[in-house]
């Protein structure tokens, strides 16, 4: 008789990077509407690319925002806070303009709309 070999067990799956980066999108919010930016539209697309490397496209309601300045930096600061983001990178565009049609259903409920 010969030796079983034993069978290799599966790794347990581990989280998908991008919807842990969306989650941690979802508790950024717009400190003029209270809804998050996820669910705003503002944030256009998350890729992750090899090694964890996340690149953010996002927008804002409207180029004057008072938070033009800072928001961009706070989502690139939460991103990176993810755990398995190695790097982060957010590109603000305004092309597509953001528009209330955007918004999720969740959003506009919230919002009255």
Known sequence: M?????????????PDLEQSVI?????????EIPVNIYDL?????????DGGAVN?????????CPVAGTL???V??????VEGVSEAK???????????GMMSKMARVMLGM
């Open 76 to 81: 690139e600061r939460v991103v990176r806070s």
């Open 23 to 31: 989650g941690a999108l979802k508790k950024v919010y717009d400190p």
């Open 56 to 64: 953010v496209t996002m927008t804002l309601t409207a180029p004057a």
């Open 2 to 14: 010969s030796a079983a070999t034993p069978e290799p067990t599966a790794a347990a799956p581990a």
């Open 90 to 100: 957010v590109d603000l565009v305004w092309d597509p303009p953001w528009n209330p």
């Open 41 to 49: 539209g503002l944030v256009y697309s998350v890729v992750v690319g």
């Open 72 to 74: 961009p930096g706070e």
